[in-house]
C-alpha cells in the first residue's frame, strides 16, 4: 500500500491548492495513490456542511479509509508498536533539503534516503501547508485545470458565461471585499502581505485606462455585494457573478481565461495568476520593497514559501521599463498604464510577453 494523503484545512481554496498539487506531484513521482481528502467546514463554501467537498465530494471508502488510517496511527502510537504502514509526513525542511525545485521528484529524493522509494514498499505520505510555492507546483498546472472543470455544475456555468463573452479582448478584474479589512480600519500601512481591501478607485481607472486603448469585455470576479460595488458596476456594466451562489471554481475559471488580470492581493488573485499564462496587473503598495525602492516582492525574505537557493538576485538597471511585462506592480497614485501594457492591449492580446519576471516564483518586479 503506497498512498499519499493532502492534509487541507478550512482556508479558503487559494490557500489549499498548493497541499493538494503537492500531493498529486508526490504521488505521480513515486508511485502513490492520491487519496481525496475529506473536507472540513469552511465559511468560504457557505451553507455547505462538507465544505470545498461540495465541489471535490469523497465517498464512503475515502471516508473509511483516512478514519482507518488515524486510527491504525494512533493505536500504534498507544501501544508502542512498530508503525505500518510507515508514515512520512513531509515537510519545508525535508523539501529544501534534497536542493530539488519540484515537489514530486524532491519526494522521491526524501523517500529514496529510508529506503522507501522502492515501489514495492508500503509507505503513508503526507503533506500540509504552502511551502515550495508556485514554483515547487508549477508542473501540476494542467491537473489543476482538471480539477476546477471536474465539478459538473461549475462547468455548465462555465460555458454559459463564455458563450455570452464571446470572442472580445477579455480584462479579469479580482476585487477582494469580504474578510478583507477596509483600508481606514486596518492596522498601521506596511509593505507585503496584509488583508487590506484596495480602493475601489484604482480598479476603476486601472480598467479606465484600458477601455480607453481596446475594445474589452470587463469580466468581474469578487466577493463584495452589489451595493459595496455600486461605482464600478455602473461604470462599466461587467460581466459578474455579484451575488451568485458557490462561485469559488467558476471564478478561477473566468479568470483565467482572460487576456489580462487585475489582482487583489489575495491568494485567490495568485491561483488565477498562476493559471493563466498572461500579463497581471499587481496593486504594487502591497509589495516588499527592495533597499533602493525600484522593484518590490511579494513576499518577506523570512516569509517566502520557496528555498532561498532559488531566489533571483535584482538585476542592474530597470531593463525596458516599455516591455510587455508578465507582471506589471501599478501604484495606487499611478498616472497612466506602462507603455508595454499598453502595446499588449492595443495588439487585442496577441503580443507576446518580453519580460518574464513573476512575482508568483519569487522574482522581483519593478514598481510603476
Not at 20 to 42: D, F, M, N, V
Not at 135 to 149: C, D, F, S, V
Not at 160 to 184: K, S, T, Y
Request: proline residues 7%; glycine residues 8%; hydrophobic residues 40%.
Amino acid at each position: 500500500m503506497r498512498v499519499v494523503y493532502p492534509l487541507v484545512t478550512a482556508m479558503g481554496f487559494g490557500n489549499n491548492v498548493i497541499t493538494l498539487a503537492k500531493a498529486h506531484l508526490i504521488a505521480e513521482s513515486c508511485g502513490l495513490a492520491y487519496q481525496r481528502p475529506i473536507w472540513p467546514p469552511t465559511e468560504h463554501v457557505p451553507g455547505q456542511r462538507r465544505g470545498y467537498g461540495y465541489y471535490f465530494p469523497w465517498t464512503a471508502v475515502d471516508q473509511a479509509r483516512v478514519a482507518a488510517f488515524s486510527c491504525l496511527q494512533r493505536l500504534q502510537g498507544k501501544f508502542g508498536v512498530p508503525r505500518w504502514p510507515p508514515a512520512v509526513f513531509f515537510r519545508r525542511e525535508d523539501y529544501e533539503r534534497t536542493r530539488q525545485l519540484d515537489i514530486g521528484e524532491a519526494c522521491l529524493a526524501h523517500l529514496a534516503k529510508s529506503g522507501l522509494d522502492d515501489p514495492t514498499k508500503s509507505v503513508l505520505v503526507t503533506t500540509s501547508g504552502m511551502w515550495g510555492g508556485y514554483a515547487g507546483i508549477k508542473r501540476a498546472r494542467p491537473w489543476l485545470e482538471q480539477l476546477l472543470l471536474s465539478h459538473g455544475e461549475t462547468q455548465r456555468r462555465f460555458q454559459e458565461l463564455e458563450r455570452a463573452i464571446g470572442a472580445r479582448l477579455r480584462i479579469g478584474v479580482n476585487i477582494r471585499m469580504g474578510d478583507f479589512l477596509p483600508r481606514e480600519t486596518a492596522a498601521t500601512d506596511r509593505q507585503g502581505e496584509r488583508l487590506v481591501r484596495l480602493p475601489l478607485e484604482w480598479f476603476s481607472r486601472v480598467c479606465r485606462q484600458m477601455r480607453e486603448i481596446a475594445d474589452c469585455e470587463i469580466v468581474l470576479v469578487t466577493d463584495g455585494t452589489r451595493e459595496e460595488l455600486e461605482p464600478f458596476l455602473e461604470e462599466f456594466r461587467p460581466i459578474d457573478i455579484v451575488g451568485q451562489p458557490l462561485t469559488a471554481l467558476l471564478g478561477l475559471l473566468l479568470l483565467k481565461s482572460c487576456d489580462v488580470v487585475v489582482c487583489s492581493n489575495s491568494t485567490y488573485s495568485r491561483l488565477a495568476c498562476f493559471l493563466n499564462d498572461k500579463p497581471y496587473v499587481w496593486p504594487a503598495e502591497t509589495l516588499v520593497r527592495d533597499p533602493l525602492g525600484r522593484c518590490g516582492y511579494l513576499w518577506r525574505d523570512d516569509g517566502t514559501p520557496m528555498p532561498e537557493w532559488c531566489k533571483k538576485p535584482i538585476q542592474p538597471g530597470d531593463g525596458d521599463r516599455d516591455a510587455i511585462r508578465r507582471c506589471f506592480a501599478l501604484s495606487g497614485h499611478f498616472s497612466t498604464v506602462p507603455a508595454g501594457l499598453k502595446r499588449y492591449l492595443a495588439s487585442q492580446g496577441t503580443s507576446a510577453i518580453e519580460i518574464q519576471d513573476d512575482l508568483l516564483y519569487g522574482d522581483p518586479v519593478p514598481l510603476q
